[in-house]
């Protein structure tokens, strides 16, 4: 192929020389603007959001700050917030699912999918032990206990 011919370029990208020094940065390596941010969520809209969630477990106290109105802590259309607290209700409604699917559905529950979720919420809890808030500790050790006598009264035999 001949010199004049490039199908493509090549440009540095790094932000750093081979020396280790800071590269200058040309004005087409600018960051772009930032784009504006996203109004606060109205009250209704947030109403939504927690009365879908089945347990209210995660309500604020009057003295606690109120969550982050990052797009990171914003749920997609009305769904619950972003956050570790979401995480955890998320998790923990799927494992309510798999042990009482829908009537009807004929489908059997999944006790073995379920007991892997509340087996990943328990090293959540481990992992995460010091780094939650009292609010986090409430909803999370709340949704343990809840599933896991969901889980033996689905498993153990009936008498008859």
């Known amino acids: 192929m ?33 784009p504006p941010p ?12 927690e009365s879908r969630v089945a347990p209210k477990l995660h309500t604020l106290d009057e003295g606690a700050p109120a969550p982050s109105s990052s797009p990171m802590h914003e749920a997609g259309e009305g769904g619950p917030p972003m956050d570790f607290i979401g995480l955890l209700v998320s998790l923990a409604t799927q494992a309510g699912y798999l042990m009482s699917p829908e009537p009807g559905s004929g489908a059997p529950p999944d006790l073995a999918a379920a007991r892997s979720i509340i087996q990943l919420l328990e090293i959540l809890k481990e992992k995460t032990e010091g780094r939650r808030t009292p609010d986090e500790d409430r909803v999370l050790d ?19």
Do not use: I, W
Request: charged share 35%; aromatic share 6%; proline share 12%.
């Open 38 to 49: 996203s109004p606060p969520p109205t009250a209704e809209k947030s109403e939504k959001a």
């Open 142 to 160: 709340g949704l343990l206990y809840e599933l896991r006598m969901a889980f033996v009264s689905r498993t153990k035999p009936e008498k008859a």
């Open 2 to 34: 001949t010199e004049e011919k490039k199908p493509f370029t090549v440009s540095d990208r790094r932000h750093f020389t081979a020396e280790g020094e800071k590269r200058p940065q040309s004005p087409e390596e600018a960051p772009a603007a930032a």
